[in-house]
């Protein structure tokens, strides 16, 4: 398919690990959930020294690390957690933050498998792992998150050891997912 307007040069940017804190603003500005957790690892692509695209990495949660791992180690196992790219960059800038990332990753050599899901409800497809050469793994089941007032999303974690009932008295909506595509590369 034939682009439909500037297309970014790989020579252009320089992709490599970089403070989590530019990389967690360029997240809550332009991410759909508004949120960035702190304990995630940042790859950034950069170009004329200022990040433009920011890629956020946790481990999963134990019962996806295990479930897709290539290894049979599930800490082997890294997720990419949130993807954005500053809207006024040329196509492509995305792919080559991903193919930068995993790169990057692989060199360092903790991880054998990364995985990142498409939201389903964002109307998210997964059109930029697929042009990253991702492995396609299916659907993972609906299920219920909660967002604040502002319409961020809460994290799950901080969620476990609470009620429905507690997350509504502490001003939480629940939102129904429908589910998410499931991605992973192997390294």
């Known amino acids: 398919m034939k682009p439909n307007g500037p ?17 967690r603003d360029l997240v809550k500005a332009l991410h759909y959930t508004k949120s960035a957790s702190h304990r995630a690892f940042a790859i ?4 004329a020294g200022r990040v433009v695209a920011a890629a956020l990495f946790l481990p999963p949660l134990p019962p996806a690390a295990k479930k897709h791992t290539l290894s049979g180690d599930p800490k082997k196992v890294i997720a990419l957690h949130r993807l954005v ?17 995993l790169r990057r990753l ?3 050599g903790r991880y054998d498998t990364v995985i990142t899901f498409a939201d389903k409800s964002q109307g ?7 042009a990253s050469n991702a492995e396609y793994l299916g ?4 299920e219920t998150y909660w967002v604040d ?5 809460v994290s799950r974690k901080a969620t476990t050891s609470r009620t429905y009932e507690q997350m509504r008295n502490l001003g939480y909506s629940p939102r129904r997912s429908p589910g ?4 992973r590369w192997a390294l």
């Open 7 to 23: 297309v970014a040069r790989k020579a252009d940017y320089h992709v490599d690990v970089c403070a989590p804190g530019p990389a």
């Open 85 to 101: 790219v500053a809207p006024d960059e040329p196509q492509n800038v995305a792919t080559i933050l991903i193919g930068g990332s």
């Open 106 to 108: 692989k060199k360092d």
């Open 180 to 183: 998410k595509h499931i991605f």
């Open 139 to 142: 659907e993972s089941k609906p």
């Open 149 to 153: 007032a502002e319409g961020r999303t």
């Open 44 to 47: 950034c692509a950069t170009r």
């Open 124 to 130: 998210h497809t997964g059109t930029i792992y697929r």
